[in-house]
Each structure stands twice: as structure tokens, then as C-alpha cells.
């Protein structure tokens, strides 16, 4: 059964770049019909999707955080990862991994348990 | 476009509830409708897929489906428990981009 896992510093300072990794427990991030997202959640709100990734490395990231984000990905280390610049009070959310069925839909069947970034001086 | 749904809806155990999604602009047909179920301090979970499709292990309590007409989807909860009381999303496509609704809060009381 595979499972989610990120991980990454809690806490970036304004204007710093927010940097996190997602790995994958149990299964390839290679195999079967799948890309990558990353998802957050401010505290109180809704999700909001920050952008995907498929094993191949090709990406697609929302629009309005398009400019300060990259997301990139590690077959090797069954990993991918988030960065993104020059953050503000407003990227301070539980931040989630997730992975999409392409064969069904694009529904998000995995998700991980979350971490909580802070941006704080 | 954006998706819109209630802020909050509440009903009795053993009732049904159905929470819509209105899409702003284009047609609600054009891509598909998930539904995420959110409990507090938990990770969501789909409960709904490819507007009326329950994932493996989804009680059939649960259903969606879109209506042209008024541009929404919406998801049906019957039976109604306790255990439902949760945050639910729907999500769905501007081409690559995935959008949510702003989430429903269920209470079940």
C-alpha cells in the first residue's frame, strides 16, 4: 500500500524561498497511470492546487502561483519536490502531496497527512 | 471559472442532504467532477470521481451528478450518520489547471 510522506522546514522567513519533498512509501512513483500535485490548505480555508508533476518531469502549475513555482522529481529516490520563492504571510498553509489517477478522471486517490509551513520572521 | 458552492448545510441522521457545485462560466460537462470528503484534521478523501463514480470503498450512501441546466454538480448523501459531519470540495478542470470549490461544511445533528 503505498503511502504519502512530506517533509521540509515548518518555518521560512518573508522572501525566502519554501522548499518541500514528497516521498512515496511502498510503491513506484513510476508506475501506473499517475502524476504528482502538491495541494495546500491555509488554517480555516479551503485547498487550493499549487501544480503537478508526472514521472517524466513534465509539469503544469496553477496560474496565479505559476511564476514562484517549480516542482521537480527524483524516480531514483521515489521522490518529488516543491520550491517556492519569495513567499509571504499568505503561503503560510498545511501544504499536501497527492497523487492523481489520469486513468479515472484526474481524482486525487492518495493524499498525504500534510505539513504545516509558516512564513515568519 | 470559479466553483461555487454553500458555505454550510445541515441535516438530521438518517436524512439526505445534497450540497451542490455551480461552475461560473462553460460547461459544467466539459470536465469532470470530483467530490473530496475532509474530516477535521484529516486528509481528504475522495468520495466521488468522473462526476458519479465511487471509489472502492465508498458506501453507495453517496452519489453525484451534474445538470446541465442549472451548470452545477452535486453530491447526495443518504442515510445520513454521525461519522459524515465533514468539510466536502468539489474539484474540477480548466485544462491542466485544477480548481476547487470553496468547501461545504456538513453537519449532521
Known amino acids: 500500500q503505498v503511502q504519502l510522506q512530506e517533509s521540509g522546514p515548518g518555518l521560512v522567513k518573508p522572501s525566502q524561498t519554501l522548499s518541500l519533498t514528497c516521498t512515496a512509501f511502498?510503491?513506484?512513483?513510476?508506475?501506473?497511470?499517475?502524476?504528482w500535485s502538491w495541494i495546500r490548505q491555509p488554517a480555516g480555508k479551503g485547498l487550493e492546487w499549487i501544480g503537478r508533476?508526472?514521472?517524466?518531469?513534465?509539469?503544469n502549475y496553477s496560474p496565479s502561483l505559476k511564476s514562484r513555482v517549480t516542482i521537480s522529481v527524483d524516480t531514483s529516490k521515489n521522490q518529488f519536490s516543491l520550491k517556492l520563492n519569495s513567499v509571504t504571510a499568505a503561503d503560510t498553509a498545511l501544504y499536501y502531496c497527492?497523487?492523481?489517477?489520469w486513468g479515472s478522471g484526474g481524482y486525487f486517490d492518495l493524499w498525504g497527512r500534510g505539513t504545516l509551513v509558516t512564513v515568519s520572521s | 471559472f470559479i466553483l461555487t458552492q454553500p458555505h454550510s448545510v445541515s441535516e438530521s441522521p438518517g436524512k439526505t442532504v445534497t450540497i451542490s457545485c455551480t461552475r461560473s462560466?462553460?460547461?459544467?460537462?466539459?470536465?469532470?467532477v470530483q467530490w473530496y470528503q475532509q474530516r477535521p484534521d484529516s486528509s481528504p478523501i475522495a468520495v466521488i470521481f468522473?462526476?458519479?463514480?465511487?471509489p472502492s470503498g465508498v458506501p453507495d450512501r453517496f452519489s453525484g451528478a451534474i445538470d446541465s441546466s442549472s451548470n452545477s454538480a452535486s453530491l447526495t448523501i443518504s442515510g445520513l450518520k454521525t461519522e459524515d459531519e465533514a468539510d466536502y470540495y468539489c474539484?474540477?478542470?480548466?485544462?491542466?489547471?485544477?480548481?476547487f470549490g470553496g468547501g461545504t461544511k456538513l453537519t449532521v445533528l
Open positions: 474539484q474540477s478542470f480548466d485544462g491542466s489547471n485544477h480548481l
Open positions: 462560466s462553460g460547461s459544467i460537462a466539459s470536465s469532470f
Open positions: 468522473e462526476d458519479n463514480r465511487r
Open positions: 511502498g510503491g513506484s512513483i513510476s508506475r501506473g497511470n499517475y502524476y
Open positions: 508533476i508526472y514521472a517524466s518531469g513534465g509539469t
Open positions: 497527492a497523487r492523481a489517477n
